[in-house]
């Protein structure tokens, strides 16, 4: 019988929807009915509202309290709300707190501490010892007897730590001149060398990376290990002293109970 009903329809007139007159083609697509009615409830909706405000505005207590009066001040006509407190919890650390317990978070931190040992071993953190400029200073007698700072040329310096003038700046692996003569370096292509650069920024990279999320394991960890213990039945109640942050547990103060 369904079937029937659709072959009969298909014969049917197709109603097309009329169009924007020529002359008032400039305002746009025509309004149709479902169109006039969203319009129409929307005005009648924010019509509502301001009643109801309205309504409530007159019959409002002018002696009555309420906390919004202290959390938000008027600025030339405009509302501000109270600066909200910083969250004590990190995004990673509100994570681990609401998914895992105190023993993946012990094993995870673990983990990263071995991997930053392994990273730390193999890089040696020499880099960041030629970081900072030396400041070679020679002192010497004068004829009256007076220790003085010589005022060297680079070539000097060189010459008296008998080395060579582009190694002063180094703070390790810092041959000699003589030493220099014997080692045979293997000639590397700039290719090669940039390729071994970009292989040792990444791994500072993450160690740097490593060292981070091992800061906030070990803080969540110490949360978790203090939310633990709060929740033990005592009889006197541990005062706060320091709130939580991102980067550090809360600081409580447990009071002496002597024990039976």
Same mark, same amino acid.
């Given at each position: 019988?369904?079937?029937?009903?659709k072959?009969?329809?298909?014969?049917?007139?197709?109603?097309?929807?009329?169009?924007?007159p020529?002359?008032?083609?400039?305002l746009?697509? +025509?309004?149709?009915?479902?169109d006039?009615k969203k319009?129409?409830?929307?005005? $009648?909706?924010?019509?509502?509202t301001?009643?109801?405000?309205?309504?409530?505005a007159?019959?409002?207590?002018p002696d009555?309290?309420? $906390?919004?009066m202290?959390n938000?001040?008027?600025?030339?006509?405009v $509302?501000h709300e109270?600066?909200?407190?910083?969250?004590?919890?990190?995004?990673?650390?509100?994570? +681990? #707190?609401?998914?895992?317990?105190?023993?993946?978070v012990?094993m995870?931190?673990? #983990?990263?501490t071995?991997?930053?040992?392994r990273?730390?071993?193999?890089?040696h #953190?020499?880099?960041?010892?030629?970081?900072?400029?030396n400041?070679?200073?020679?002192f010497?007698?004068?004829?009256?007897?007076?220790?003085?700072?010589?005022?060297?040329?680079?070539?000097?310096?060189?010459?008296?730590?008998?080395?060579?003038p582009?190694?002063?700046?180094?703070?390790t692996?810092r041959?000699?001149?003589q030493?220099?003569?014997k #080692?045979?370096?293997?000639e590397?292509?700039?290719q090669?060398?940039?390729?071994?650069?970009?292989l040792?920024k990444?791994?500072?990279?993450?160690?740097?990376?490593?060292?981070?999320?091992e =800061?906030? +394991?070990a803080?969540?960890?110490q949360?978790?290990?203090?939310k633990?213990?709060?929740k033990?039945?005592?009889l006197l109640k541990? =005062?706060k002293?320091?709130?939580?942050?991102?980067d550090?547990?809360p600081?409580?103060?447990?009071r002496y109970e002597? =024990? =039976?």
């Amino acid at each position: 019988m369904s079937s029937w009903k659709k072959a009969s329809k298909s014969n049917q007139k197709v109603h097309r929807e009329r169009h924007q007159p020529e002359a008032r083609k400039h305002l746009g697509l +025509l309004e149709k009915k479902k169109d006039y009615k969203k319009r129409a409830n929307n005005e $009648h909706y924010k019509e509502r509202t301001l009643k109801l405000l309205h309504k409530r505005a007159l019959n409002k207590n002018p002696d009555e309290f309420y $906390h919004h009066m202290i959390n938000s001040k008027l600025d030339e006509g405009v $509302h501000h709300e109270k600066e909200q407190e910083p969250d004590e919890h990190s995004k990673v650390q509100k994570a +681990l #707190m609401e998914t895992q317990d105190t023993q993946y978070v012990t094993m995870k931190r673990t #983990m990263e501490t071995k991997k930053i040992q392994r990273l730390q071993s193999q890089l040696h #953190m020499i880099d960041f010892a030629n970081t900072v400029t030396n400041a070679h200073t020679f002192f010497e007698e004068n004829k009256e007897g007076e220790v003085v700072a010589l005022d060297l040329s680079k070539m000097e310096l060189a010459q008296r730590l008998e080395t060579h003038p582009s190694l002063l700046e180094r703070k390790t692996n810092r041959p000699r001149i003589q030493d220099l003569d014997k #080692m045979k370096l293997p000639e590397l292509t700039p290719q090669e060398i940039r390729k071994a650069n970009a292989l040792k920024k990444q791994a500072y990279q993450e160690l740097t990376k490593r060292i981070e999320r091992e =800061k906030e +394991l070990a803080v969540a960890q110490q949360k978790l290990q203090l939310k633990r213990v709060l929740k033990q039945p005592r009889l006197l109640k541990p =005062k706060k002293v320091r709130k939580g942050t991102k980067d550090a547990p809360p600081v409580y103060c447990f009071r002496y109970e002597r =024990k =039976k």
